[in-house]
């Protein structure tokens, strides 16, 4: 990794104002029509995990419009695997010796239950400026857009010199087998340009852009299975060791233990040049954690904001909870499941130690269950990458700040990093913080976006596959 100052010298914040999008982009709108048309077709098939998983169904719409628009059957191909699918679509660059370039994406959406929307969720609408359904955000929009933008720059007569190959997996939600069949068979790609999630933030109060952060790097996702059982025994005479007890004392130690803040090089930048965009307590306490990751007035401030709280460390929570068998006997066994998203540079192995000390209880046993998940080092910060993302960011906003960042979760990407390939956060799409509903209720992404993140994508492809 470069060192601290050079890095910072790549991202720096221009300091025009960005309030209003370039007047001299021109418009593009048979791909902003394919776009949102193909996303509210994707959303509409119920592409999650289990019974009736319609992840096939959208890889076959995907290699209907991608045949439409010229691309060759012979250059797609769609791989099952469990009852998930994945797929690719090759666009022959000129010359063979390049390495390709990798646009990455999934087809499969978090679970969504009707009762709980005030919408169907797999029923899209488009209402009040946003589309509505499961999928919006996170991601068959941007699915839908970046296959647009391609066959945009096919009508346009572009001709790529490095292949482009677009990825679809289907179970990154779930299991992320199809993520490591993926990077497995384009382990000599060049570089992989996820477009998963939003990376632009829109203004709270106004609705205009900003700024964009892209990604570099990713906190692993890892669980921890607590144990503890118990000869049980009749509820009328309770023990002292009630095996739901005891995991209980765990969980609450657990809950109170904070993990050491630290920083890399991608969340230094980030909060250093965030800060001059965030204003009041919150702003300070970034610009004060990236001089001094040990402050504990700025740690206090950002560890009390869900947004900020992942930023600064290792995070571990309780996510589930069973325990008993009867309801009139003593519990026999008792077990919940720890969800921790570890920074980097740390071991899946290293945060296990440390919870059980933590936890310092013989009568709970740890133990890793983690299903889909490698420990990767942060990409490399590459000229080629920045310069191209700021290009495509200032062709359609000038001067909006594009910065650094990690995610708080975990994507594909991190199959890549495992085989050495670099592969970066990047969405087209813009929406504010307060209305990042992926993985919730009523998920909606502003139609608005559309336009723009097709204008981003033209530019960003055409520069990274040549």
């Given at each position: 990794?470069?060192?601290?100052?050079?890095?910072?010298?790549?991202?720096?914040?221009?300091?025009?104002?960005?309030?209003?999008?370039?007047?001299?982009?021109?418009?593009?709108?048979?791909?902003?029509?394919?776009?949102?048309?193909?996303?509210?077709?994707?959303?509409?098939?119920?592409?999650?995990?289990?019974?009736?998983?319609?992840?096939?169904?959208?890889?076959?719409?995907?290699?209907?419009?991608?045949?439409?628009?010229?691309?060759?059957?012979?250059?797609?191909?769609?791989?099952?695997?469990?009852?998930?699918?994945?797929?690719?679509?090759?666009?022959?660059?000129?010359?063979?010796?390049?390495?390709?370039?990798?646009?990455?994406?999934?087809?499969?959406?978090?679970?969504?239950?009707?009762?709980?929307?005030?919408?169907?969720?797999?029923?899209?609408?488009?209402?009040?400026?946003?589309?509505?359904?499961?999928?919006?955000?996170?991601?068959?929009?941007?699915?839908?857009?970046?296959?647009?933008?391609?066959?945009?720059?096919?009508?346009?007569?572009?001709?790529?010199?490095?292949?482009?190959?677009?990825?679809f997996s289907g179970d990154e939600?779930?299991?992320?087998?199809?993520?490591?069949?993926?990077?497995?068979?384009?382990?000599?790609?060049?570089?992989?340009?996820?477009?998963?999630?939003?990376?632009?933030?829109?203004?709270?109060?106004?609705?205009?852009?900003?700024?964009?952060?892209?990604?570099?790097?990713?906190?692993?996702?890892?669980?921890?299975?607590?144990?503890v059982t118990n000869p049980g025994?009749?509820?009328?005479?309770?023990?002292?060791?009630?095996?739901?007890?005891?995991?209980?004392?765990?969980?609450?130690?657990?809950?109170?233990?904070?993990?050491?803040?630290?920083?890399?090089?991608?969340?230094?930048?980030?909060?250093?040049?965030?800060?001059?965009?965030?204003?009041?307590?919150?702003?300070?306490?970034?610009?004060?954690?990236?001089?001094?990751?040990?402050?504990?007035?700025?740690?206090?401030?950002?560890?009390?904001?869900?947004?900020?709280?992942?930023?600064?460390?290792?995070?571990?929570?309780?996510?589930?909870?069973?325990?008993?068998?009867?309801?009139?006997?003593?519990?026999?066994?008792?077990?919940?499941?720890?969800?921790?998203?570890?920074?980097?540079?740390?071991?899946?192995?290293?945060?296990?130690?440390?919870?059980?000390?933590?936890?310092?209880?013989?009568?709970?046993?740890?133990?890793?269950?983690?299903?889909?998940?490698?420990?990767?080092?942060?990409?490399?910060?590459?000229?080629?990458?920045?310069?191209?993302?700021?290009?495509?960011?200032?062709?359609?906003?000038?001067?909006?700040?594009?910065?650094?960042?990690?995610?708080?979760?975990?994507?594909?990407?991190?199959?890549?990093?495992?085989?050495?390939?670099?592969?970066?956060?990047?969405?087209?799409?813009?929406?504010?913080?307060?209305?990042?509903?992926?993985?919730?209720?009523?998920?909606?992404?502003?139609?608005?976006?559309?336009?723009?993140?097709?204008?981003?994508?033209?530019?960003?492809?055409?520069?990274?596959?040549?």
């Open positions: 990794m470069r060192k601290v100052l050079a890095f910072l010298a790549l991202v720096a914040v221009p300091a025009m104002d960005p309030c209003a999008a370039r007047a001299d982009v021109v418009p593009h709108p048979q791909a902003d029509g394919q776009a949102l048309d193909l996303a509210t077709k994707v959303i509409a098939l119920r592409s999650v995990a289990g019974p009736g998983n319609r992840t096939v169904d959208v890889a076959k719409l995907f290699r209907a419009t991608l045949l439409a628009g010229g691309f060759s059957g012979r250059d797609i191909t769609i791989t099952p695997v469990g009852d998930a699918v994945y797929m690719t679509a090759t666009w022959p660059g000129t010359n063979p010796a390049l390495k390709p370039l990798v646009l990455l994406g999934h087809m499969d959406v978090v679970e969504a239950r009707p009762a709980d929307w005030r919408r169907d969720p797999f029923t899209p609408v488009v209402e009040d400026g946003y589309l509505f359904g499961r999928g919006a955000t996170d991601m068959k929009l941007d699915d839908a857009m970046v296959i647009a933008a391609v066959l945009e720059l096919r009508r346009e007569g572009y001709r790529p010199e490095r292949t482009i190959i677009l990825a939600e779930t299991r992320m087998r199809t993520g490591k069949a993926l990077a497995d068979r384009l382990a000599d790609a060049e570089m992989v340009l996820n477009v998963d999630l939003a990376s632009g933030v829109l203004d709270e109060r106004t609705g205009k852009p900003k700024y964009f952060a892209w990604t570099g790097a990713e906190k692993t996702c890892i669980d921890y299975q607590l144990t025994g009749h509820s009328s005479e309770p023990r002292a060791d009630n095996a739901i007890n005891v995991l209980a004392a765990a969980l609450l130690r657990v809950q109170a233990h904070r993990f050491r803040p630290e920083v890399n090089d991608l969340t230094r930048g980030y909060f250093t040049q965030a800060a001059r965009l965030q204003p009041g307590p919150l702003g300070q306490a970034m610009k004060d954690f990236a001089a001094n990751p040990a402050d504990r007035k700025a740690i206090a401030t950002l560890s009390a904001d869900p947004a900020m709280v992942g930023r600064i460390g290792t995070t571990c929570v309780v996510t589930m909870v069973q325990g008993g068998h009867a309801a009139n006997a003593l519990p026999q066994r008792a077990t919940a499941n720890i969800d921790c998203r570890i920074f980097p540079g740390h071991s899946a192995h290293d945060i296990m130690a440390e919870l059980q000390q933590v936890i310092a209880d013989p009568a709970v046993t740890i133990t890793d269950v983690t299903v889909g998940s490698v420990v990767t080092p942060p990409s490399p910060v590459r000229r080629d990458f920045v310069d191209a993302v700021t290009r495509a960011v200032d062709t359609v906003y000038p001067g909006l700040p594009v910065i650094p960042s990690m995610l708080s979760g975990a994507t594909d990407s991190m199959w890549f990093r495992a085989h050495g390939v670099p592969g970066y956060g990047a969405s087209p799409l813009f929406i504010r913080e307060s209305e990042n509903f992926s993985h919730g209720l009523n998920e909606r992404t502003p139609v608005a976006s559309i336009a723009p993140g097709i204008d981003y994508l033209l530019s960003i492809i055409t520069d990274l596959s040549h």
